[in-house]
């Protein structure tokens, strides 16, 4: 997919083969004005009488670097962005949250939505020249349905009853029973099979060095250090305008910030503090407001002797005044969160009354379930079961301040009500890989970054709990699993809504999560850049039409 931005807040992205999601994307790209291209209409160029030119770089930042640059095993949105800019999906969403054609030309729908046939387009070259056609579609189902495969993205792709190919351009996709997101689900990034179909998939050189279909190509990845893409001449859509694109390690907000203030860095999503700052920090850079498709949340191991205990969930719960968080660190951009699913969503349910600070309230539960200070030491204990003090970790990813503050605030709160909470930053590969992929954690505060369908099966079904699957907490209810899975075979637009309404109230009553906060989206971007323009799905959905004035040019 190639219309959005990431703004590196390490979230991990939900459904990254769409991608789509506002809170966190943003996406640039680079060509030489002497190479053949195809030419983007005037009349979509921005308001403005400057006239557009090839050329420049485009610098960005993120807190962690990429893990894979393959769509189907990347699992963070480090990856993902570099990967938006490298792959495509047969659709993507427009700049009104409208599924459009990216690597289809078209498609028809039919048997009452079980199948789906695409006709994709033909003048589409894989980087290396190789041409895309339908034969690549279908290894890439193949790999997303195979066992080997390490993705967390199978769980769409097995309800496909079979997919045929009809010619080179042509592919008949049939479901063996309704799914309701089946179309979006082709958002997905289709990699080339003559790349990938001969040896470990999982360790394929070019997991390191992509080859894909999208308007940049690779260049150079130095660990740690920088991710370098250069623009597509071929691309189909057109050849973007910014020539090059340098993806830079930061994994300090702070730093980050630095950089954007002495020009080092074109664009950056700003904490709540840094978009408050004197207007002076801006005078080189716009800056932008809007709601988030997000939300950031303490997830407890379930399976971790405390919070098995639903009381005992409930009880922190009621401990963690939201408002102060909202106010403390997002400084008000943003609101208390309730649910799995944010105020904008069609599913969310306006009904839910959130569990109210009530710290009293909160020593009762605990001391139901055997917790009180019976040596007068300040922090709670239970002798009958061998727990001299109530005490865990809460980790979270280095770099990312409102996370660090909000654990903090967190870590206070619990301390009045005899918790004692130990805060652990750990640098994001790491974080991803060897605490939350192994499930070597208590308790953790992360953030999703949601596609627009509400269908969460990934997240919350007890079969999706496995190693490098989304559901790390192991949260398990057959309701919501039998929920999920019809969520997912209907249509009617109303009867989903009541399904996921009801997984909505499900979800906040058995508290797998205490859901701390919608935050507001806030991007800053280089003045230098035109014809950026947020639209309802946010920042960057016509990057490869952001340009720079040729006198404005910074990099040769």
Known sequence: MTNKIVLRTNKIVLRTKIRMCPYFFILFLFCLVSCQKKQIPEKEIAKTNILPAYGDTYVETSLGDASYLNPILATDSASGSVNGYVYNGLVKYDRDIKLVGDLAERWT????????????????KWHDGVPFTAEDVKFTYKKLIDPETKTPYSSDYKLVKSLDIIDKYTLRITYQEPFA?????????????HIFESGDFNANPANRKPIGTGPYKFVEWK???KIVLVANNEYFEGRPYIDRI???TIPDQAVQFLELRNDSIDSMGLT????????????NHNKFRYPSFAYTYLGFNLNHKLFKDRNIRQAIAQAINKKEIVAGVLLGMGKPADGPFPPQSWAYDENITDYEYAPEKSKELLKRSGFEDSDNDGWLDNKKIGIPKFEFTLITNQGNKMRALSAEIIQSQLKKIGIKVNIRIIEWSTFIHNFIDKRDFDAVILGWSLARDPDQYAIWHSAETKEGQYNFVSYKNPKVDELLEKGRRTFDIKKRQEIYKEIHRLIHHDIPY????YPESLPVVHKRIQNVEVAPIG?????IKWYVPQSKQKYS
């Open 223 to 225: 660990t740690d250090e």
């Open 181 to 193: 997101p089946a179309l979006e689900s082709w958002g997905m990034g289709i990699v080339p099979k």
């Open 272 to 283: 709540p503090d840094q978009y408050k700052a004197y207007p002076e920090f801006f005078k």
């Open 514 to 517: 205490v859901f701390l906060y």
């Open 539 to 543: 920042l960057g959905w016509n990057f």
């Open 246 to 248: 340098i993806i830079k």
């Open 109 to 124: 729908i039919s048997n009452h939505g079980l199948v789906i046939t695409f006709k994709l387009r033909k003048n589409v």
